[in-house]
Protein backbone atom coordinates (compact mmCIF):
# COMPACT_ATOMS: atom_id res chain seq x y z
CA UNK A 1 0.00 0.00 0.00
CA UNK A 2 0.97 3.53 -0.58
CA UNK A 3 2.29 5.36 2.51
CA UNK A 4 2.11 8.56 0.66
CA UNK A 5 -0.56 9.22 -1.78
CA UNK A 6 -1.46 11.97 -4.26
CA UNK A 7 -4.25 13.98 -6.23
CA UNK A 8 -5.20 14.40 -8.77
CA UNK A 9 -3.07 11.93 -10.72
CA UNK A 10 -2.74 15.27 -13.21
CA UNK A 11 -4.14 19.14 -13.39
CA UNK A 12 -4.62 21.80 -15.82
CA UNK A 13 -5.23 24.74 -15.15
CA UNK A 14 -5.00 28.38 -17.05
CA UNK A 15 -2.46 30.73 -16.76
CA UNK A 16 -2.81 32.90 -14.02
CA UNK A 17 -5.16 30.17 -12.43
CA UNK A 18 -4.83 28.60 -8.93
CA UNK A 19 -3.82 25.09 -8.90
CA UNK A 20 -4.14 23.04 -5.89
CA UNK A 21 -2.29 19.55 -5.26
CA UNK A 22 -3.09 17.42 -2.25
CA UNK A 23 -1.28 14.63 -0.62
CA UNK A 24 -2.37 12.25 2.39
CA UNK A 25 -0.16 9.91 4.46
CA UNK A 26 -1.50 6.58 5.95
CA UNK A 27 1.26 6.47 8.50
CA UNK A 28 1.22 8.55 11.76
CA UNK A 29 4.82 8.72 12.12
CA UNK A 30 5.36 10.85 9.19
CA UNK A 31 5.13 14.00 10.55
CA UNK A 32 7.43 16.02 8.15
CA UNK A 33 6.04 16.55 4.51
CA UNK A 34 8.28 18.10 1.68
CA UNK A 35 6.93 19.57 -2.16
CA UNK A 36 9.36 18.45 -4.49
CA UNK A 37 8.93 19.84 -8.44
CA UNK A 38 10.64 17.93 -11.04
CA UNK A 39 10.82 19.46 -14.71
CA UNK A 40 11.13 17.08 -17.55
CA UNK A 41 14.89 15.83 -17.92
CA UNK A 42 15.79 16.88 -14.57
CA UNK A 43 16.09 15.61 -10.80
CA UNK A 44 13.62 16.55 -8.62
CA UNK A 45 14.26 20.28 -6.92
CA UNK A 46 13.07 20.98 -3.16
CA UNK A 47 10.24 23.30 -3.42
CA UNK A 48 9.18 23.57 0.54
CA UNK A 49 9.02 21.83 2.92
CA UNK A 50 6.00 22.15 6.09
CA UNK A 51 6.15 20.40 9.67
CA UNK A 52 3.60 22.19 12.13
CA UNK A 53 0.16 22.86 10.98
CA UNK A 54 -0.94 25.35 9.48
CA UNK A 55 -0.02 27.43 6.23
CA UNK A 56 3.25 28.19 5.23
CA UNK A 57 3.46 30.89 2.27
CA UNK A 58 6.50 31.09 0.09
CA UNK A 59 5.99 33.51 -2.72
CA UNK A 60 3.09 31.92 -4.69
CA UNK A 61 3.41 28.48 -3.50
CA UNK A 62 1.57 28.07 0.06
CA UNK A 63 1.55 24.61 1.59
CA UNK A 64 -0.89 23.51 4.19
CA UNK A 65 -0.42 20.53 6.73
CA UNK A 66 -3.12 19.04 9.16
CA UNK A 67 -1.42 16.54 11.01
CA UNK A 68 -4.94 15.25 13.10
CA UNK A 69 -5.46 14.64 9.19
CA UNK A 70 -2.10 13.93 7.63
CA UNK A 71 -3.12 16.08 4.54
CA UNK A 72 -1.00 18.35 2.95
CA UNK A 73 -1.84 21.03 0.22
CA UNK A 74 0.21 22.60 -2.25
CA UNK A 75 -1.63 26.07 -3.76
CA UNK A 76 0.16 27.85 -7.03
CA UNK A 77 -1.34 31.28 -7.32
CA UNK A 78 -0.74 33.15 -10.37
CA UNK A 79 0.41 29.99 -11.97
CA UNK A 80 2.66 30.05 -15.06
CA UNK A 81 3.47 27.54 -18.21
CA UNK A 82 7.16 27.39 -16.12
CA UNK A 83 5.54 25.64 -13.30
CA UNK A 84 4.76 22.86 -15.74
CA UNK A 85 6.13 20.15 -14.20
CA UNK A 86 5.99 16.76 -12.01
CA UNK A 87 5.04 17.34 -8.42
CA UNK A 88 6.27 14.83 -5.58
CA UNK A 89 5.16 15.26 -2.17
CA UNK A 90 7.70 13.50 0.22
CA UNK A 91 7.38 12.45 4.20
CA UNK A 92 9.87 11.44 6.29
CA UNK A 93 9.64 9.65 9.94
CA UNK A 94 9.90 11.30 12.66
CA UNK A 95 12.36 8.63 13.87
CA UNK A 96 14.45 8.57 11.00
CA UNK A 97 14.30 11.51 9.43
CA UNK A 98 16.83 10.69 6.37
CA UNK A 99 14.27 8.54 4.35
CA UNK A 100 12.15 10.29 2.67
CA UNK A 101 9.00 7.88 1.59
CA UNK A 102 7.70 9.49 -1.96
CA UNK A 103 4.17 10.03 -3.49
CA UNK A 104 3.79 9.12 -6.97
CA UNK A 105 3.37 12.71 -8.36
CA UNK A 106 0.82 15.18 -9.70
CA UNK A 107 1.48 16.79 -13.62
CA UNK A 108 0.68 19.99 -13.22
CA UNK A 109 -0.22 21.51 -16.73
CA UNK A 110 -0.51 25.39 -16.93
CA UNK A 111 -2.20 26.42 -20.59
CA UNK A 112 -0.60 29.74 -21.67
CA UNK B 1 24.79 28.03 -4.09
CA UNK B 2 24.19 23.99 -3.49
CA UNK B 3 24.91 21.51 -6.59
CA UNK B 4 25.02 18.19 -7.33
CA UNK B 5 26.12 16.99 -10.73
CA UNK B 6 25.83 13.50 -11.61
CA UNK B 7 27.90 11.76 -14.42
CA UNK B 8 27.00 10.21 -17.28
CA UNK B 9 23.32 11.82 -17.50
CA UNK B 10 22.80 9.18 -19.92
CA UNK B 11 23.98 5.29 -20.99
CA UNK B 12 22.97 2.61 -23.07
CA UNK B 13 24.40 -0.86 -21.49
CA UNK B 14 24.00 -4.68 -22.75
CA UNK B 15 22.51 -7.23 -20.75
CA UNK B 16 24.57 -8.93 -18.78
CA UNK B 17 26.78 -6.10 -17.81
CA UNK B 18 27.58 -3.51 -15.24
CA UNK B 19 27.57 0.61 -15.16
CA UNK B 20 29.10 3.18 -13.04
CA UNK B 21 27.57 6.54 -12.15
CA UNK B 22 28.87 9.23 -10.35
CA UNK B 23 27.74 12.10 -7.96
CA UNK B 24 29.48 15.10 -7.09
CA UNK B 25 28.23 17.65 -4.44
CA UNK B 26 29.85 21.49 -5.35
CA UNK B 27 29.53 23.98 -3.27
CA UNK B 28 28.51 21.68 0.40
CA UNK B 29 29.46 18.96 2.01
CA UNK B 30 27.05 16.18 1.55
CA UNK B 31 26.65 14.62 4.97
CA UNK B 32 24.32 12.32 3.30
CA UNK B 33 23.76 10.89 0.06
CA UNK B 34 20.67 9.13 -1.01
CA UNK B 35 21.04 7.15 -3.97
CA UNK B 36 17.07 6.80 -5.58
CA UNK B 37 15.94 4.98 -8.75
CA UNK B 38 12.88 6.34 -10.42
CA UNK B 39 10.67 4.02 -12.91
CA UNK B 40 9.76 5.12 -16.27
CA UNK B 41 6.35 5.49 -14.60
CA UNK B 42 8.23 7.72 -12.37
CA UNK B 43 7.81 6.46 -8.82
CA UNK B 44 11.12 6.54 -6.94
CA UNK B 45 12.35 4.01 -5.05
CA UNK B 46 15.72 4.31 -2.67
CA UNK B 47 18.39 2.14 -2.96
CA UNK B 48 20.38 3.21 -0.27
CA UNK B 49 21.50 5.91 1.96
CA UNK B 50 25.14 6.80 2.88
CA UNK B 51 26.04 8.54 5.60
CA UNK B 52 28.80 10.03 7.09
CA UNK B 53 30.96 7.90 9.78
CA UNK B 54 27.94 4.96 9.29
CA UNK B 55 27.12 1.64 7.05
CA UNK B 56 25.67 2.26 3.93
CA UNK B 57 22.08 1.06 4.32
CA UNK B 58 20.65 -0.87 1.40
CA UNK B 59 16.41 -0.74 1.02
CA UNK B 60 15.05 -4.17 0.86
CA UNK B 61 15.38 -5.42 -2.77
CA UNK B 62 18.81 -3.80 -3.06
CA UNK B 63 21.78 -5.51 -1.93
CA UNK B 64 25.44 -4.03 -2.03
CA UNK B 65 25.96 -7.02 -4.51
CA UNK B 66 24.27 -5.44 -6.99
CA UNK B 67 24.47 -2.06 -6.10
CA UNK B 68 28.26 -1.09 -4.92
CA UNK B 69 28.28 2.20 -3.53
CA UNK B 70 31.33 4.02 -3.09
CA UNK B 71 31.47 7.28 -0.58
CA UNK B 72 34.85 7.94 -0.01
CA UNK B 73 34.54 11.92 1.08
CA UNK B 74 31.76 14.50 1.96
CA UNK B 75 31.80 15.45 -1.85
CA UNK B 76 30.96 12.65 -4.13
CA UNK B 77 29.92 8.95 -4.32
CA UNK B 78 29.89 6.69 -7.19
CA UNK B 79 27.87 3.73 -7.37
CA UNK B 80 27.69 0.74 -9.98
CA UNK B 81 25.13 -1.06 -11.38
CA UNK B 82 26.19 -4.66 -11.83
CA UNK B 83 25.08 -6.78 -14.39
CA UNK B 84 22.25 -4.88 -15.51
CA UNK B 85 18.94 -6.48 -16.76
CA UNK B 86 16.22 -5.10 -18.45
CA UNK B 87 14.40 -4.34 -14.58
CA UNK B 88 16.75 -1.97 -13.92
CA UNK B 89 16.16 0.07 -16.45
CA UNK B 90 15.18 3.59 -15.08
CA UNK B 91 16.66 7.37 -14.07
CA UNK B 92 18.96 6.70 -10.99
CA UNK B 93 19.35 9.80 -8.77
CA UNK B 94 21.71 11.28 -6.47
CA UNK B 95 20.24 13.35 -3.57
CA UNK B 96 22.98 15.20 -1.04
CA UNK B 97 22.19 16.43 2.19
CA UNK B 98 24.00 18.92 3.85
CA UNK B 99 23.42 18.75 7.60
CA UNK B 100 21.53 15.77 9.74
CA UNK B 101 18.34 18.05 10.51
CA UNK B 102 15.03 17.17 9.84
CA UNK B 103 14.42 20.43 7.89
CA UNK B 104 17.47 19.86 5.67
CA UNK B 105 16.56 19.36 1.82
CA UNK B 106 17.70 16.74 -0.63
CA UNK B 107 20.03 18.39 -3.54
CA UNK B 108 19.33 16.06 -6.56
CA UNK B 109 21.47 15.53 -9.37
CA UNK B 110 19.76 15.78 -13.02
CA UNK B 111 20.13 12.09 -12.49
CA UNK B 112 21.78 9.40 -15.03
CA UNK B 113 19.15 7.87 -17.27
CA UNK B 114 20.46 4.18 -17.98
CA UNK B 115 19.31 2.02 -20.78
CA UNK B 116 19.36 -1.71 -20.98
CA UNK B 117 19.67 -3.65 -24.18
Known amino acids: QQKVQQSPESLSVPEGGMASLNCTSSDRNFQYFWWYRQHSGEGPKALMSIFSDGDKKEGRFTAHLNKASLHVSLHIRDSQPSDSALYFCAASDVGDNSKLIWGLGTSLVVNP | GALVYQYPRRTICKSGTSMRMECQAVGFQATSVAWYRQSPQKTFELIALSTVNSAIKYEQNFTQEKFPISHPNLSFSSMTVLNAYLEDRGLYLC?????????????FGHGTKLSVL
Open chain 2, 95 to 107: GARRGHLSNERLF
